[in-house]
T-cell receptor
Framework: KAGVTQTPRYLIKTRGQQVTLSCSPI?????VSWYQQTPGQGLQFLFE???????NKGNFPGRFSGRQFSNSRSEMNVSTLELGDSALYLC???????????????FGPGTRLTVL | AQKITQTQPGMFVQEKEAVTLDCTYD???????LFWYKQPSSGEMIFLIY??????QNATEGRYSLNFQKARKSANLVISASQLGDSAMYFC??????????????FGKGTHLIIQP
């Protein structure tokens, strides 16, 4: 079974631009979560999508948005990029069930975004 | 207050020795899960082991075991017989409640483990 894939793997943008990152979950997984990882703040939860609906969102400004398609693939968008948005963006997919263990998240390799 | 605390920013360990990575957590939810992930320099998060708050026994997965002390809110990862390939960042993470996976994981700051030959 193929794992979580993220594209692109590396991205360089300049301040003020916008960027779209893509995530394809493991087949059969309907929940997709996004995380931002920076040296200063560590790993922080951005948002989670299930059945094309955002169910939860972390403490990030409105410049960060996402969506999920009917095939469970997800994209996240960052508008008006700032230097502080430079980070590794990780996507994770999971099944959806009644127990925490069942909802274990499987992570992709990440997209490393550099904002100049 | 931090929900997940990892007090060891970095550790150097000799190959073949056992390693204990510390993790304490804070939650008032009776239902929660604790995860440990390994992140090599490539960036991908690799799941290692899981412990549920209602689990009676400590979790084990091959060379990995979890020393779960619920009253102390501690979930330390133990790696037996360390190998050079164990060198990586290690993160402790928690998910609270059973909301069908809607809640994200809360991560600690991580421990950078270096195994020396």
């Amino acid at each position: 079974k193929a794992g979580v894939t993220q594209t692109p793997r590396y991205l360089i943008k300049t301040r003020g631009q916008q960027v779209t990152l893509s995530c394809s979950p493991i087949s059969g997984h309907r929940s997709v979560s996004w995380y931002q990882q920076t040296p200063g703040q560590g790993l922080q939860f951005l948002f989670e999508y299930f059945s094309e609906t955002q169910r939860n969102k972390g403490n990030f400004p409105g410049r960060f948005s996402g969506r999920q398609f009917s095939n469970s693939r997800s994209e996240m968008n960052v508008s008006t990029l700032e230097l502080g948005d430079s980070a590794l963006y990780l996507c994770a997919s999971s099944r959806v069930g009644l127990t925490i263990r069942y909802n274990e998240q499987f992570f992709g390799p990440g997209t490393r975004l550099t904002v100049l | 207050a931090q929900k997940i605390t990892q007090t060891q920013p970095g550790m150097f360990v000799q190959e073949k020795e056992a390693v204990t990575l510390d993790c304490t957590y804070d939650t008032s939810d009776p239902s929660y899960g604790l995860f440990w992930y390994k992140q090599p320099s490539s960036g991908e998060m690799i799941f290692l082991i899981y412990q549920g708050s209602y689990d009676q026994q400590n979790a084990t997965e091959g060379r990995y075991s979890l020393n779960f002390q619920k009253a102390r809110k501690s979930a330390n990862l133990v790696i037996s017989a360390s190998q050079l390939g164990d060198s990586a960042m290690y993160f402790c993470a928690m998910r609270e409640g059973d909301r069908g996976g809607a809640d994200g994981l809360t991560f600690g700051k991580g421990t950078h483990l270096i195994i020396q030959p």
